[in-house]
């Protein structure tokens, strides 16, 4: 799963930079879907380093990719957002979304193992 959210941090901070530049925004929130890909990121890595933590870190990153998914459909739905605003929040959401339902299928492998023990 450490290769998932790594994975997921990088695309995540991809979409950022994206629109970031091909929106020529000069505001930080542009910036928000790369930050929190850093995060992924560096929880990803920290799980290939610790694998005695992995679990709990891959339990924080799931817990983040479903707080990415209801904020950017929150925000989406709230501000009625357009253009490259709309793009990265909806890109957010599907990369959070794909990432949220392997880490998901990931725990229930885990919890069916430790059960047939």
Not at 49 to 71: D, E, F
Request: glycine share 12%.
């Amino acid at each position: 799963m450490a290769e998932k959210t790594i994975v997921a941090g990088v695309a995540l901070i991809a979409l950022g930079v994206l629109v970031s530049i091909a929106s020529d925004s000069s505001s930080v929130t542009s910036l928000i879907p790369a930050m929190v890909g850093i995060v992924f990121l560096l929880l990803g890595l920290g799980a290939r380093m610790r694998p005695g933590i992995a679990h709990h870190l891959m339990h924080a990153a799931a817990a983040i990719a479903l707080l990415v998914i209801l904020g950017s459909l929150g925000s989406t739905i709230s501000r009625g957002s357009t253009g490259w605003a709309l793009f990265a929040q909806l890109g957010s959401v599907v990369i959070a979304g794909i990432y949220l339902g392997y880490a998901i299928a990931s725990f229930r492998r885990a919890r069916q193992a430790r059960l047939a023990e």
